[in-house]
């Protein structure tokens, strides 16, 4: 469980002595296994929320609650324990340009000492999961967008996350692209995760019939179930 308790976070900026609030008083409640979307147009805050589940961020005021768990209140040297149940998917992929779709994946495993056979196998799976058997062992370079973000995807399941944050991972994406990575976050969610998805993307919003937070200049100004674009 997530729980949002009146948070509010403010950015210092270069631009200004004052404080800039980049979220407003935002309270909400995400159950095990929900799939909630993010919708917002640029800078209404919805990676300031992602980057505040992941522990990047702390709020400035209010709570973020993790399992129960306080988040303004875990030290930084405690953030991997929380980072563990949760796996992020970036719009611009964030893949090693000189390792290949398996060894972009297994890198993200091979800093907890996992022996190379299990590696293997845990990393195949997950490959199989988004249909990349036969990219194996392409680089990025090779692969379409669409393509990329089925790697980024695999990564971020590999440990087997609670909780799946997606930031706009369509953004760069052509619409039949954009509707396989929705299938395979739906799929995901299906398995049991968690998933939080942000977009502006009105077909996506539209199309999924899911929860919707739609968010306005840091504030949260509609949750609906089964939500629709309203911007
Ligand atoms: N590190 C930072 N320092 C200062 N201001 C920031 C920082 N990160 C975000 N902001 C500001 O906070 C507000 C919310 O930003 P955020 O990145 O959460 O928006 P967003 O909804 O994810 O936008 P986009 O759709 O463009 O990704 C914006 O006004 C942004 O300029
Ligand atoms: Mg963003």
Not at 5 to 25: F, G, I, R, W
Not at 29 to 47: H, Y
Not at 155 to 169: K, N, W, Y
Request: net charge neutral; aromatic share 6%.
């Amino acid at each position: 469980m997530i729980e949002f308790e009146k948070v509010c976070k403010n950015y210092c900026t270069s631009q200004s002595k004052e404080p800039k609030a980049a979220l407003k008083d935002a309270s909400f409640k995400i159950k095990d296994g929900d799939f909630v979307i993010l919708c917002g147009r640029s800078g209404a805050g919805k990676t300031t929320i992602l980057k505040m589940i992941s522990c990047e961020e702390k709020p400035t005021s209010g709570k973020v609650l993790f399992d129960k768990k306080d988040l303004g209140k875990v030290k930084k040297s405690d953030a991997y324990l929380i980072r563990h149940k949760i796996g992020f998917i970036f719009q611009d992929f964030k893949l090693l340009p000189y390792k290949t779709v398996f060894e972009n994946i297994a890198y993200a495993l091979e800093t907890c000492d996992h022996d190379e056979s299990k590696i293997k196998d845990e990393v195949d799976q997950v490959i199989e999961l988004v249909g990349l058997e036969k990219k194996r062992n392409s680089f990025p370079n090779e692969l379409s967008g669409g393509e990329q973000q089925r790697v980024s995807i695999a990564r971020a399941l590999i440990h087997r996350p609670e909780v799946i944050l997606a930031d706009e991972p369509t953004g760069n994406l052509d619409p039949y692209n954009t509707r396989d990575i929705i299938k395979i976050l739906l799929k995901i969610n299906e398995a049991g995760s968690t998933v939080i998805l942000s977009t502006h993307d009105k077909e996506v919003v539209n199309a999924l019939k899911k929860r919707v937070l739609t968010l306005q200049d840091g504030s949260i100004v509609r949750d609906e179930e089964e939500g629709v674009y309203f911007l």
